[in-house]
């Protein structure tokens, strides 16, 4: 098979079985499942060839100029992103078919799911800008879809609703940047933008980090991960590891050249990963429910990343990138395991739960652990590789970011593999937060789960945690450097042992005074950081619908009475003139014909009837006249309108004849 | 000969349904679909025999299928009809949308002889416009469009139509005689002192009097303005929208507002090209507000087919601030203006495609419960599965995403217009953001939560059918008797007092709040879409995604013309 056609078979195969799926509706739903986990794996098989192979994809599209065109390329950071995007495609896939309940619609939620699969392979092989946009916007149609998938339930659809509008604010970025390629090169080739002139190039950079920050959840467009943890478990696990926010930071290490290009932005990007990394660590650390601390941990440690696109350290940015798609996965299949089999996704609830399904909790334990940064696993190593360009402050605020992911792991592994739950503990009234009794909700609604973890669901969790694992042999300095070669990101330095010792002593340090300690954290978790440090009011529609109330008012009572009110002036205006006409011409018609009248009487009189006939005749006529002319005048505006308009016509025709 | 057959077949066929008067009613709607149908095969035929690569690109040089009859020779106007590839794309739209309307309307009950007549007439009066190469023709047909629509709103509406027909006669009448003024002065500042639109284009007046071609500009654009419409002269087009039949409607959107646009396109630019230059930033500005007004403001609306009117004013607000930026000829490149171009002429086929397809779905809601209240509907995707894929299928569409055809157009026009108009172009990106906000929560409301259904015992032409059927009326309730009641009221006196019966129906008047009937297992009656909408609604929305996935053939047909256009507007 030639490079081109695999190519187009990795994003056409997932793409045409999820619409047929679709299309399929629930006629489909007892074959989905097997047809996705196949339809997935031989996409990882696609990936590999793939990514091997570095084949071009070019199909027409938008004319013109340059670059409208739908086109793929596989290069080194693409080759990493697929064969990453279709192994943690194939793992969700699997493990939704072991969690998703057998009467859902199961062909619609596989079929979104390819779906949203293909688009974002995509977007990590997309080389002109309309591709990009194509696949980006797919992706952010579809997370909506996956988010409300249950959208018989209350808030479903209106978390989706959050997630799709906040990454479209983003993604209007695209667009611009868009703008600014055909200006500044006159082409929509994405490679080209680093070249473009001038004032152009900050546009479209500048642009570009919007769609990122959008896209990757960062300060301050975070707030929509919050609410897209409405969504299924294997939905948050595909979401946040590996495709969506990885998209943002993807597209960032991408661009790398044209943020080198611009400095003012790379440097916005660098503070922009940092301070989220920072912030959402926190807030991370201060959830008490277990999906929410993923969430918030997801956009925290894809700051990391945005920070390393920001400092130009692509390697350290992209291994980041791939480690934690690996850890997140783990960890929200498992969160995903436990909510159905215990009903709840509450910290309060969970508690032993890795002692009690030792299973898929030895796979978290690890994951999480991995998370923390404890060496000698990838992230530790990663972490610090995408920081190894910054300075300062800045490193200062990274740093802490990092230190602060040792907090959330260990507030996560001291309730998991803490003891059981005590009875009296359990249910609702632990704890008096407004989310916390939102969450026993949607405990209530769970019931007391079905007690038992599938045997697919820990297999997958442990491949997945063991790829996390693997991944440390990035830290291996040949590793390194081929990884870096693969990349063609030289010149960026492998952070030495020393460089990395002291984060990892510190994640060590932390992560063990919070599993002694647990209630540290008690104080944080009653606090504004709890709830999302007040970011979800950022998202607030208020003050859009209140502007649109009030145009439509303006609309309905001063635009449209506007013409109203001339409209019914033209009508009082007509009528004057009906009553001048009546009063004026009208009358004098009635004279000139009562006249002519007199004087044929007159002349009748005199003449003796000669041409008495002749008289009466014209007399009449003009009477008859009289009340033709006052047949027009209906008071009708329209009728006016159209006698206008045939006057306008006859006036025109004289003009003509004349002429 | 095809072009004129093209044009006169609907008129012909009209003519020939009111002379028939022996034949059944339940055939007009059949020969009706079939008449638009043979039409639509011929748009075929001549798509298929149309030459894209033709040298010239049409308006000055390049038309196909052109003919020529003298008719006032005195002011040298004739029957001067031909297509290029601007007209070529509207009027196969056309053609499209009026069997979209045929198949819609095959249940219609209501005067149906006189109804599909209308629509015929209509049908020619449309395409006519589109195809017409002479001012006075083109005015004509204009003209006849406005008559048409009028008696179709007035005579098969519903709620205040009477009133809003009125009102939409008056004001895109009134627009028409400000058109016909810039027509005229057109004739009269041209050396050679015609109304042919092919020499008037080729040979531009007025180049040398600034004053002169701007004031026929302005007549030209408030003319073409009121009937796009475009901020601040649109507020005739909800209340019509609102009333008029779904048919209508999605006639009224799909095609007659692209009589506006398409004006733009093919008189003010090649005709006036020193004053769309000198006069370009307004049509820009004039653009953008109403990319904003009308996405913001039907984003206020708490009915649904209302909602739908004022995103029009959206989506053609895209396609002024596309053209205005052909015009910016010192400020950007010659290819970026035509990128921008062929995104304003696709977005007019697109909304075409994707507006009457709403149009068409919220005349479900009417058939269904008699209106279209966010508040009086909830949770339809539960009852009515194939009605909840096709309107998120057509809300997606309509707010711009990727894989539909707005995307093609709204995506060319944001990026070929920045370099012309940096700051208008970057304040219109939003209104797809707003736009995308009013769609999902419109999905929400009508799709999601507890099902909420407006009882509507006996509504609409389908309803009695099933009734008859089944051998029972769903529910025999007080209050939907009292409903039925009212709507047999109605039925005797359509247009008077119809609005407070069906949009108030909580007054006590009318048997209290009976008619919301809240079930979570799906226990009213929510009939899903018929056969007949499916043929009528589906085939728009898979042409919008063909378009969206693969854009060359309609493409390479508007990219030459649209690269004629913005030659003839920098000279």
């Given at each position: 098979m030639s490079h081109s056609l695999v190519l187009t078979l990795l994003i056409v195969l997932p793409g045409a079985v999820g619409v047929a799926l679709l299309l399929a509706g629930r006629r489909g739903d007892r074959s989905a499942g097997p047809l996705a986990v196949a339809t997935t794996l031989l996409t990882l098989v696609l990936a590999v060839v793939a990514a091997a192979g570095r084949g071009t994809v070019s199909a027409p599209f938008?004319?013109?100029?340059?670059?409208g065109n739908l086109e793929l390329a596989v290069d080194g950071l693409s080759a990493v992103l697929i064969i990453t995007v279709a192994a943690v495609a194939s793992a969700v896939v699997i493990f939704g078919t072991a969690d998703?309940?057998?009467?859902?619609?199961r062909a619609r939620f596989f079929g979104y799911l390819l779906l949203f699969t293909a688009a974002m392979l995509a977007t990590v092989t997309a080389t002109t800008l309309p591709t990009l946009l194509v696949a980006w916007e797919i992706m952010g149609a579809t997370s909506y879809l996956l988010i409300g998938y249950?959208?018989?339930?209350?808030?479903k659809t209106s978390a989706g609703t959050t997630a799709f509008l906040t990454t479209r604010a983003g993604d209007l970025g695209l667009y611009v940047a868009a703008g600014a390629a055909l200006a500044g090169?006159?082409?929509?080739?994405?490679?080209?933008l680093a070249t473009a002139d001038g004032g152009w190039r900050d546009v479209a950079a500048f642009s570009i980090l919007l769609a990122a920050l959008g896209k990757s959840a960062q300060?301050?467009?975070?707030?929509w991960l919050s609410a897209a943890m409405e969504g299924p478990s294997a939905v948050s696990a595909l979401l946040h590891s590996a495709t969506m926010v990885a998209a943002g930071g993807y597209i960032l290490l991408r661009m790398a050249p044209l943020l080198e290009a611009t400095p003012w932005v790379a440097t916005t990007a660098a503070w922009a990963g940092a301070l989220t990394a920072l912030v959402l660590g926190l807030v991370a650390a201060a959830q008490v429910d277990l999906k929410q601390l993923l969430a918030a941990s997801t956009g925290a440690q894809i700051g990391l990343v945005v920070l390393a696109a920001g400092v130009g350290s692509v390697a350290g940015g992209t291994g980041q990138l791939v480690a934690h798609a690996a850890v997140k996965a783990t960890l929200f299949v498992v969160a995903g395991a436990w909510l159905t089999a215990?009903?709840?996704?509450h910290l309060d609830g969970l508690r032993g739960a890795a002692r009690r399904y030792r299973g898929v909790g030895a796979a978290a334990t690890v994951a999480a652990l991995t998370l923390g940064g404890v060496?000698?696993?990838?992230l530790w190593i990663t972490k610090d590789w995408a920081m190894a360009g910054s300075g300062g402050a800045l490193r200062i605020v990274a740093l802490v970011g990092a230190a602060l992911s040792a907090v959330y792991a260990a507030r996560l592994l001291a309730v998991v593999l803490g003891p059981g739950p005590q009875p009296e503990l359990?249910?609702?009234?632990?704890?008096?937060i407004g989310d916390v009794l939102d969450r026993t909700r949607t405990r209530g609604e769970h019931?007391?789960?079905?007690l038992r973890v599938p045997t697919t669901t820990s297999a997958v969790a442990w491949t997945l945690a063991l790829v996390a694992v693997g991944?440390?042999?990035?830290?291996?300095p040949p590793v390194a450097a081929r990884f870096t070669g693969l990349l063609a990101n030289p010149g960026q330095p492998v952070p030495g042992f020393t460089e990395l010792a002291l984060p990892g002593a510190i994640a060590i340090v932390v992560l063990i005074i919070v599993l002694v300690?647990?209630?540290?954290?008690g104080p944080l978790s009653r606090g504004v950081l709890a709830r999302w440090a007040g970011l979800p009011a950022l998202l607030t529609p208020r003050p859009w619908l209140a502007l649109a109330r009030a145009l439509a008012r303006v609309d309905e009572v001063v635009i449209d009475r506007g013409v109203e009110g001339a409209a019914t002036a033209g009508r009082g205006l007509s009528n004057t003139l009906r009553h001048a006409d009546e009063a004026g011409i009208d009358r004098a018609v009635d004279a000139v014909a009562a006249r002519t009248q007199r004087a044929a009487r007159g002349i009748r009189d005199i003449d003796g009837g000669v041409i008495d006939a002749g008289v009466h005749r014209f007399a009449n006529s003009l009477r008859r006249l009289g009340g033709v002319m006052r047949r027009?005048?209906?008071?009708?505006l329209h009728q006016y309108y159209a006698q206008a308009l045939v006057g306008l016509g006859a006036l025109l025709a004289v003009l003509l004849l004349v002429r | 000969m095809l072009l004129t057959t093209i044009v006169l077949l609907p008129v012909l066929a009209a003519g020939a349904l009111l002379g028939l008067?022996?034949?059944?009613?339940?055939?007009v709607g059949r020969i009706w679909v079939l008449v638009t149908t043979v039409d639509l095969a011929l748009v075929a035929w001549m798509w298929a025999g149309f030459?894209?690569?033709?040298?010239?690109?049409?308006?000055?040089?390049?038309?196909?299928?052109e003919a020529k009859v003298r008719w006032i020779p005195t002011v040298d106007a004739s029957y001067h009809v031909g297509v290029d590839g601007i007209s070529m794309p509207l009027i196969a739209l056309t053609t499209v949308l009026f069997l979209a309307a045929a198949i819609w309307s095959?249940?219609?009950?209501?005067?149906p002889r006189r109804y599909a007549a209308l629509f015929l007439f209509l049908q020619t009066a449309s395409l006519g416009t589109f195809a017409a190469q002479d001012l006075i023709l083109f005015f004509v047909f204009f003209d006849l469009s406005i008559v048409g629509m009028y008696f179709i709103i007035a005579g098969w509406?519903?709620?205040?139509n009477r009133r809003s027909a009125l009102k939409f006669f008056l004001y895109t009448f009134l627009g028409s005689l400000a058109l016909l003024l810039g027509f005229i002065g057109l004739f009269l500042g041209g050396?050679?002192?015609?109304?042919?639109m092919v020499r008037l284009a080729a040979n531009?007046?007025?180049?040398?009097?600034p004053l002169m071609g701007g004031l026929v500009l302005l007549a030209i654009g408030i003319g073409l303005a009121v009937k796009t419409p475009l901020f601040p002269f649109h507020t005739w087009l909800p209340d019509a929208h609102t009333d008029a039949p779904a048919a209508g409607s999605a006639i009224l959107a799909g095609v007659l507002l692209k009589l506006g646009t398409y004006g733009f396109v093919r008189i003010a630019m090649p005709m006036l090209p020193s004053a769309w230059q000198q006069w370009a930033m307004v049509a820009v500005v004039v653009g953008v507000i109403s990319v904003l007004w009308g996405a913001l403001v039907a984003l206020a609306q708490t009915d649904f087919k209302r909602m739908i009117a004022y995103t029009s004013i959206n989506h053609m607000g895209y396609v002024l601030l596309g053209l205005g930026a052909a015009g910016l000829v010192g400020t950007a490149d010659a290819d970026v203006r035509v990128v921008a171009t062929v995104g304003a002429t696709v977005q007019m086929v697109s909304h075409g495609l994707l507006t009457a397809a709403l149009f068409l779905l919220s005349g479900v809601l009417w058939a269904r419960g008699g209106t279209y209240g966010?508040?009086?509907?909830?949770?339809l995707a539960r009852p009515a599965p194939l009605f909840a894929a096709a309107l998120g299928v057509a809300a997606f569409g309509s707010l711009g995403l990727?894989?539909?055809s707005s995307f093609i157009a709204e995506f060319q026009i944001i990026a070929g217009a920045l370099q012309a108009a940096p700051v208008a172009a970057i304040l219109a990106a939003p209104g797809i953001l707003i736009t995308a906000a009013l769609f999902l929560v419109a999905i929400q409301r009508l799709l999601t939560g507890p099902t909420v259904l407006t009882a509507a015992a006996g509504?609409?032409?389908e309803a009695g059918e099933e009734f008859a059927a089944t051998g029972s009326p769903p529910d025999s309730t007080p209050a939907t008797q009292a409903h039925a009641a009212t709507h047999a009221e109605r039925v005797r006196d359509?247009?008077?007092?119809a609005g407070t019966g069906v949009q108030?129906?909580?007054?006590?008047?009318?048997?209290?709040?009976?008619?919301?009937t809240g079930t979570r297992a799906g226990g009213g009656h929510f009939q899903d879409l018929s056969a007949r909408e499916i043929v009528a609604i589906v085939p728009l929305l898979a042409l919008s995604v063909l378009i969206g996935l693969f854009p060359r053939p309609l493409l390479d047909v508007i990219e030459p013309a649209a690269s004629a256009i913005v030659q003839l507007v920098s000279r």
């Open positions: 938008i004319g013109i100029v340059d670059g998703l309940p057998r009467a859902d619609a249950y959208w018989q339930r209350p808030g090169t006159g082409s929509l080739e994405l490679a080209a300060l301050p467009f975070s707030a215990l009903g709840t996704q060496p000698p696993l990838s359990s249910g609702a009234a632990t704890t008096p019931g007391i789960g079905t991944l440390g042999v990035l830290g291996l300690r647990p209630t540290l954290l027009p005048q209906t008071g009708l | 008067r022996r034949l059944p009613d339940r055939w030459d894209s690569d033709a040298s010239g690109g049409g308006f000055v040089e390049g038309l196909q299928y095959l249940r219609e009950q209501k005067r509406g519903h709620g205040n050396e050679e002192r015609t109304f042919d531009p007046p007025l180049e040398d009097s966010f508040a009086r509907w909830g949770g990727p894989g539909f509504y609409g032409p359509p247009g008077a007092g108030e129906p909580t007054s006590p008047t009318n048997g209290g709040s009976g008619q919301l």
